[in-house]
Every structure is written in structure tokens, then in C-alpha cells.
T-cell receptor, first 115, second 113 residues
């Protein structure tokens, strides 16, 4: 069964450093999402991406964040200058088409720890 | 503002003791309501999608139902392996909507043998 994959599974970084989180969505999916979950809190929407551009972003997704689909398979989330409060689990999700509330399938997540 | 509230926050059951989890939502037109299961340190695992009031879906010991204001996840005769956090999420209608999910805070279920 196709699945969303994410790398790395864990990332430890120093405050102020740049990190890139990688995701490989399900192959025929067209809409891509990033969510984050701070320990003990809700899963929060960050950004949606379609046709090589951002289609919606949350207030959390400020200028420090960017997303890219550099090739036909990868979908990345870059945090330019990490802060302590960026420590969280980051999940990638994808759907085939944005019609009729199609199910979003989530990856296993990247646990980011900013020291 | 679109909002999802789940209750209880935590639930402890004995194996075989049936119960229900609640998900109340306020949304500007419901496109779909989703139930996910999340194990510690893992990504949400899809369980059910419900689209309209009155709809029900079942999978093994789980049954999800939907009304115009809330959804229930009924767990019948649970087993220890059903222990997990159960997440409810909604997707709203609207021209600006791109499919983002709005999650509740989850219900952490512990089933003791």
C-alpha cells in the first residue's frame, strides 16, 4: 500500500540554524500539506501546496518557513532560522484531488528539537 | 471561527468495557469529518471519513457516527491494542479552503487487560 514517507525521523539543531524536512508524498497525489504538533498539543495546519505554489498558509507559517517541490517526488519544508518554539513533530500529508473531502494520509513525522 | 473540541481528554477502560468518545465541532459548512488514530511518536493513521449527518461507518470494534454538531466514536469491547490517542478533524467548505484539516486535541484511550 502506498504511503507518505518523511526524513529524517529525528533532527536536533541549534537555535538559529536552518533545517530542511523532507517528505515523499504518495506518487499520484497532487495536494500536499505540512502540519506540526507541539508535544501535548493539537495537530496544527501550517501550509498547503498545489501546482507548485502555496495555496493556503496559517499564521504560524511566517517568513522563516518555506516549502518547495524540487523534483517530481520530494516535498520539503525549510525553517530558515530555527527558534526554541519550533521544537515539535512535523507531519507531511497528501491527497490526490481536493474534492469531496478526500482523506489526507499522513507520514510518520519528523521530530525536531531546537536547542 | 472553525473549532473542534474532543471529550474526554483521557479515558481509562477495562478490556471489554465499551464506551464512546465525543467530537463537537463548529464549522462554516462541513465538508468532511475525519477520525484518526495516533500512537505515541507516530503520525495520524486514518480510520474514518463522515460527510453528512446520519452517516455511520464501522471497522472492527470501532463505529463512527455523525450529527450536525458532533461525532461519536464508539468502541465496543475494547482490547489493550486499542490504546492510543484518537483524533477528530474537520474540513470546512468555502472557496478559500484548500483541504486543510482542523484538529481537536484528541482523546487518549488506555485499555487495561
Amino acid at each position: 500500500e502506498p504511503e507518505v514517507t518523511q526524513t529524517p525521523s529525528h533532527q536536533v539543531t541549534q537555535m538559529g540554524q536552518e533545517v530542511i524536512l523532507r517528505c515523499v508524498p504518495i506518487s499520484n497525489h497532487l495536494y500536499f500539506y505540512w502540519y506540526r504538533q507541539i508535544l501535548g498539543q493539537k495537530v496544527e495546519f501550517l501550509v498547503s501546496f498545489y501546482n507548485n505554489e502555496i495555496s493556503e498558509k496559517s499564521e504560524i507559517f511566517d517568513d522563516q518557513f518555506s516549502v518547495e517541490r524540487p523534483d517530481g517526488s520530494n516535498f520539503t519544508l525549510k525553517i530558515r532560522s530555527t527558534k526554541l518554539e519550533d521544537s515539535a513533530m512535523y507531519f507531511c500529508a497528501s491527497i490526490r484531488l481536493s474534492v469531496m473531502a478526500e482523506t489526507q494520509y499522513f507520514g510518520p513525522g519528523t521530530r525536531l528539537l531546537v536547542l | 471561527e472553525d473549532q473542534v473540541t474532543q471529550s474526554p481528554e483521557a479515558l481509562r477502560l477495562q478490556e471489554g468495557e465499551s464506551s464512546s468518545l465525543n467530537c463537537s465541532y463548529t464549522v462554516s459548512g462541513l465538508r468532511g469529518l475525519f477520525w484518526y488514530r495516533q500512537d505515541p511518536g507516530k503520525g495520524p493513521e486514518f480510520l474514518f471519513t463522515l460527510y453528512s449527518a446520519g452517516e455511520e461507518k464501522e471497522k472492527e470494534r470501532l463505529k463512527a457516527t455523525l450529527t450536525k454538531k458532533e461525532s461519536f466514536l464508539h468502541i465496543t469491547a475494547p482490547k489493550p491494542e486499542d490504546s492510543a490517542t484518537y483524533l477528530c478533524a474537520v474540513q470546512a467548505q468555502g472557496s478559500s479552503n484548500t483541504g486543510k484539516l482542523i484538529f481537536g486535541q484528541g482523546t487518549t484511550l488506555q485499555v487495561k487487560p
